[in-house]
């Protein structure tokens, strides 16, 4: 089941000779339990699609479409409340509040969405126990190290009904070893029947999407998917 | 490196026969490396000219163990201390079809770019695959061997990105073939 949507997506800053085409027509279909990686060079498009896929800027021409809604035929409210509830953000600067505790970050999109506080915090305390967080929850976000915060944002995009989880550049600021690690959990949630895109410049996270897609002006120049058999992937390495 | 230096390697935890070094080379480098039984039987022998192994009597089993002399010590601490050289590597061909690309009429560049970090992409995906599936502590040795090939397949990719970039701004010079006297004109002359 597609959970994001594109459809022939073009979107276009300023007017006439001066106009520059930031997507020039992307077609893009992520699926429940897939992960898809946006690779490119700086200007190619990747952060303009990710804003389009969130519902954070509107396409010049074409469709975006989440679970199944046309974010274009949403006014402001539904798509506020459709961003609250389906879609989660990991950045790279991880925008957790500083003066709330971890669970309160993450039970926070729930309370604005109007769930009970106490019933916000046992479903937070939840998600902070699947990202091995558990013990850390009343901690401050300058209490935890970088990996951990990172982990508290994945477990804040994919609280509630969110089936969608929008990642730029995740593991920026992390060192290799502990961004692995925000990968593995990222990859693990969507595994358990989420969607996911990740914004990333680096091929070594890219390789943990199942599915890799070229940017370059705008448009989709390449995509590439894993091969079937990755043993017989070893075995040929190794006769040569 | 050489299967020698595995071997050696190996070895020196303890005497063991052609299979088990078989067996054990493999899960050390994750089946990465697979070897076949005659590759191991030829290095043994080999090893055991240079007096670097030792052949033990026959087991029960009529398997022959061999274990580690002292010279095989010696020639295993100096492979760990030796740093491995670039120039042993056989020359890269990616990097030479790439400069022949630029070099040859006719041929777009920027696909020939495309096409292999497609196919290094995947790989990459492939090896990524295979470390997800295990995060057990037993597990390092064989996933720094993956590591090993997945930092190597990245660099590659950004290799292949610098190169996309810098195409962008190159305007290829008009092709020229040097004009070379053919040998020993001049004697002939």
């Given amino acids: 089941m597609s959970i994001l949507e594109l459809r022939d997506v073009h979107r276009v800053h300023g007017h006439g000779e001066t106009a520059v085409h930031a997507l020039a027509g992307v077609t893009l279909t992520v699926a429940a339990g897939e992960l898809v990686a946006v690779m490119g060079p700086s200007g190619s498009g990747k952060s303009t699609l990710l804003n389009l896929a969130g519902g954070l800027d509107r396409p010049s021409q074409g469709e975006v479409v989440v679970d199944g809604t046309v974010l274009g035929e949403c006014d402001r409210r539904t798509l506020a409340a459709l961003r609250r509830r389906r879609i989660g953000y990991v950045f790279q600067d991880l925008n957790l509040l500083a003066s709330l505790t971890a669970v309160e970050n993450v039970a926070l999109p729930l309370e604005l969405d109007g769930v009970g506080v106490r019933k916000a915090r046992l479903l937070a305390e939840t998600a902070l126990s699947e990202v091995d967080l558990g013990d850390l929850a009343e901690r401050f976000p300058d209490e935890l190290s970088g990996g951990q915060q990172q982990r508290v944002a994945i477990a804040r995009a994919l609280i509630g009904e969110r089936r969608l989880v929008l990642a730029d550049e995740p593991t920026g600021a992390l060192d290799s070893h502990t961004g692995e690690s925000v990968l593995r959990l990222l990859r693990s949630k969507v595994d358990g029947g989420a969607a996911g895109v990740l914004v990333t410049h680096d091929a070594r996270h890219a390789a943990w999407a199942d599915r890799v897609v070229f940017l370059r002006d705008g448009i989709i120049v390449d995509t590439s998917g894993p091969l079937d058999e990755p043993d017989a992937l070893l075995a040929q390495d190794g006769a040569r | 490196m050489s299967v020698r230096h595995g071997l050696l390697a190996l070895l020196e935890r303890g005497p063991m026969y052609g299979y088990q070094l078989r067996v054990v080379f493999e899960e050390s480098t994750g089946g990465t490396w697979p070897l076949n039984i005659g590759q191991v039987y030829t290095t043994l022998s080999r090893l055991e000219r240079d007096e670097l192994v030792r052949a033990l009597p026959e087991g029960d089993g009529g398997q022959r163990p061999y274990e580690i002399t002292a010279a095989g010590r010696a020639e295993l601490a100096a492979w760990f201390t030796t740093p491995v050289s670039r120039s042993d590597r056989p020359r890269d ?97």
Avoid at chain 2, 110 to 128: C, I, S
Avoid at chain 2, 171 to 181: G, K, S, Y
Wanted: net charge negative.
């Fill in chain 2, 93 to 189: 061909e990616l990097a030479i079809k790439l400069a022949f690309a630029l070099t040859t009429p006719g041929v777009d560049v920027r696909a020939v770019v495309q096409a292999q970090r497609g196919a290094t992409m995947r790989t990459l995906q492939e090896f990524t695959r295979l470390k997800a599936r295990s995060d057990e502590p037993a597990d390092l040795p064989w996933r720094l061997v993956l590591d090993a090939m997945v930092f190597q397949a990245e660099a590659e990719v950004r290799w292949l990105d610098h190169c996309e970039a810098s195409l962008v701004r190159y305007t290829p010079p008009p092709t020229t073939v040097p004009h070379l006297e053919p040998e020993g004109e001049e004697s002939r002359r």
